[in-house]
């Protein structure tokens, strides 16, 4: 309430316009662009890793048919593509995963990227992306989005 006000009711009658266009952003409902961005950079990273499958499987079939080497050489060269396939297969389900979950506007979709960034976070590459996700994830109007 002001110390002077020309009529009783006068604040009751209209809003205070610092904090209707804050809230006006809070009660938003729907995706915005940033979380459109963030699932579509989600879906394209997730495509990067399926491409990455296939490299590593036309290296696969390099090594077997056509490479020089044999005996265990070629025993360890195939267990540590063995090794990079199955971590492409983790990145593509996560970031397909994390994808869904924004779209989906749910607090588990919301929980679903944040774990996946804090991840991402132990590698050094993941950094890259996890920061500016984590710092858009922990502004108030996405975290609104998901949780209301």
Do not use: H
């Not at 729907?30 to 036309?58: D, E, K, M, T, Y």
């Not at 005996?71 to 195939?78: E, I, K, M, N």
């Not at 500016?132 to 209301?148: D, E, H």
């Amino acid at each position: 309430m002001k110390i002077f006000q020309d009529e009783p009711g006068e604040d009751a009658a209209r809003e205070d316009p610092g904090l209707s266009g804050e809230s006006a952003a809070v009660r938003e409902r729907g995706p915005s662009r940033g979380i459109w961005a963030l699932a579509v950079a989600n879906l394209l990273l997730a495509c990067l890793s399926f491409l990455g499958l296939r490299f590593l499987a036309g290296a696969e079939r390099y090594l077997i048919n056509d490479s020089v080497e044999f005996g265990s050489d070629l025993r360890a060269a195939l267990a540590g593509l063995l090794v990079l396939r199955i971590l492409a297969y983790f990145l593509a389900g996560g970031f397909l995963v994390s994808a869904l979950g924004m779209i989906s506007l749910t607090r588990l979709g919301w929980r679903l990227q944040k774990l996946w960034a804090l991840l991402l976070c132990l590698t050094l590459v993941g950094l890259v992306y996890s920061i500016p996700v984590l710092v858009f994830m922990r502004q108030a109007g996405t975290r609104s989005r998901f949780f209301s």
